[in-house]
């Protein structure tokens, strides 16, 4: 976006703060585009897409980990952080996805994953085969266990993804020995920051993707990396595997976290200093309040996190009101600006999650979430889409337990909160599945089924109709970006009746949500700008459960 207010100098020169209001696309690479026919996405297939992404609008993407890994948690189990998995491609196919994407005016963010690595990385499998209190297992959190012969855990911890947070090695000479630390699978053995070396090799990763010309980070777990010194019991040793978050307080958001951020911060502010391009660092943060996030986008920490109180909110006008006011006051109070987000690889997708889809994404969830859609887009800050947000796909709720390949399920037995749902590859075009996903021999099959239903929501299918969720889409970005009162900045409230939801940015352009079913007064007479209404919204009307946008005055 090239609007907004935020500026700096370099070299004499002022240049907008480019992250500051930009619209990113996720892409989850092993389901966006397979360039081979093996059935799954790669960097090949991103590069093919990227004209698509170009017309869509968006100002960057950010990759899913494509490093090599056994995959046992889709890519966040690195074995080695300077790579990409042949499953994906190569370095040459990674340049080259660069390249294209920065002909395109597209940036392009990678995800990396600091706080565990894969249990066949290197330094890790070094750990095992050394000996208790090595240099090489300080890089991890291993600790002799409690009871006799050390057979119990060393603390309660439970892991996010079901079970102890602890596993048990065999040493060397075939005894039961220590025990190390993963708080999401035993695949996934937590780094320990309290060492230095740690920190030094994430430096040298940082650099090494930053000298190949990518434009920043999101960084996964971001306000993990360092666990409470004395890995003390937990008062509520299984909080993280019930809510499925990270909220153990001994094991998250420890005070030391920032000192890395701040380190990372600078390493950017290094590069940009060279050539005038400021690079990103986004954080998954999950904490348990605004103001705690704010502590993460503090001037000199990272410059954005994840804002994930508007994804979990329920669909009530109250409720939104109340996460977009925490979120204004206490986040973009320190200088930075909210990052919103209402979909992502690890969350029900928001048309299923607002209600029922209907076919030919119809129904009220469907409805709601294209409200939704253009709420987010008005709002000071930036905005994060999820690959297939711009479809209006549902979650595929009924894919039989055979083929669900989360972790979770894996450890735990039960679906709930399973993720595959929302990983299922993207229909391009067609009648029937692959639906242009892979460009493999007869019969080539996805990684995950596509159900028969996804041809309504083929891409060809939605270019091609002016009232789909892509035109919605396309249509606020490019107004987004073209609208003066639209990105950064601020917000103020309008009064309105229950139900109803509104605001206006700059000098004059309105916002309204009706959260409600029945149609309503609307905040701004005349015909609106845009509507995610898929039939005509009348001057001075709001249909039920639709956003719309006026410029007052017209």
């Known amino acids: 976006m090239h609007n907004g207010c935020s500026h700096r100098r370099v070299n004499g020169v002022t240049t907008h703060h480019w992250w500051r209001d930009a619209v990113i696309y996720q892409v989850y690479v092993r389901s966006f585009l397979d360039s081979t026919g093996d059935g799954v996405g790669d960097l090949a297939g991103v590069r093919a897409g990227l004209p698509y992404l170009r017309r869509l609008g968006v100002d960057g993407i950010w990759l899913s980990p494509f490093y090599p890994s056994p995959q046992s948690d889709h890519g966040y189990d690195v074995a080695d952080y300077r790579g990409v998995d042949p499953l994906f491609g190569d370095l040459d196919e990674f340049d080259a ?11 392009v963010l990678l995800d990396i994953v600091p706080n565990h690595c894969s249990s066949e990385h290197p330094w890790f499998r070094e750990a ?13 959190h291993f600790a002799d266990g409690r009871g006799p012969d050390g057979a119990e855990p060393p603390n309660n911890w439970h892991a996010m993804f ?8 065999t040493e060397a000479d075939g005894r039961p020995g220590q025990w190390y630390l993963h708080m999401f699978t ?3 053995p937590d780094w320990n920051w309290r060492t ?3 920190a030094a090799e994430f430096d040298r990763i940082l650099r090494f993707w930053l000298d190949r010309g990518v434009d920043g980070f999101r960084i996964d777990v971001a306000a993990g990396l360092f666990k409470h010194p004395e890995l003390p019991d937990s008062p509520d040793p299984e909080a993280d595997a019930r809510t499925r978050d990270s909220v153990n307080p001994l094991a998250w958001n420890q005070p030391e976290v920032h000192d890395v951020w701040r380190h990372w911060r600078a390493v950017c502010e290094e590069y940009t200093a060279r050539d005038g391009r400021e690079r990103l660092l986004v954080g998954e943060v999950s904490v348990p309040s605004a103001r705690e996030h704010a502590r993460y986008v503090r001037p000199d920490e990272l410059h954005q996190a994840f804002f994930f109180d508007l994804l979990g909110a329920p669909w009530d006008a109250d409720a939104f009101r109340k996460v977009i006011s925490e979120a204004m006051q206490d986040i973009a109070g320190t200088g930075s600006t909210v990052t919103w987000v209402l979909n992502n690889h690890d969350q029900v997708r928001t048309v299923t999650r607002y209600g029922e889809p209907a076919p030919g994404g119809s129904g009220l969830g469907a409805a709601r979430a294209r409200a939704a859609a253009l709420l987010m887009l008005a709002l000071p800050g930036a905005a994060y889409i999820y690959q297939g947000e711009e479809l ?14 989360d972790p979770i399920f894996r450890r735990t037995g039960s679906r709930a909160r399973v993720r595959d749902g929302c990983r299922v590859p993207l229909p391009w075009s067609g009648q029937a599945s692959p639906f242009g996903f892979t460009s493999g021999a007869e019969g080539a099959k996805p990684w995950l089924p596509q159900p028969e239903y996804f041809a309504e929501y083929a891409t060809d299918r939605a270019l091609a109709d002016t009232r789909s969720f892509w035109h919605l889409y396309r249509d606020g970005l490019q107004l987004r970006s073209g609208l003066p009162q639209l990105g950064d900045g601020t917000l103020r409230w309008l009064d309105t009746p229950p139900d109803v939801l509104a605001f206006v940015r700059g000098d004059g352009l309105v916002c309204a949500v009706n959260f409600g079913t029945s149609p ?3 905040p701004v007479p005349g015909t609106p700008l845009l509507s995610s209404a898929v039939g005509p919204c009348p001057a001075g009307e709001l249909p039920g ?10």
């Open 97 to 107: 996805l660069v390249a294209a994407a920065r002909r395109l005016g597209i940036r």
């Open 520 to 522: 309503t007064e609307a």
């Open 128 to 140: 095992l085969a050394a000996a208790p209190g090595s240099p090489a297992r300080s890089r991890f």
């Open 196 to 198: 230095p070396e740690v």
């Open 162 to 169: 079901g079970g102890p947070a602890w596993t048990r090695v």
């Open 545 to 554: 459960s639709t956003a719309a946008w006026w410029i007052a005055g017209l």
């Open 392 to 405: 209006g796909l549902p979650e595929v709720v009924d894919l039989p337990d055979d083929v669900l390949t």
């Open 186 to 188: 035993p695949e996934q």
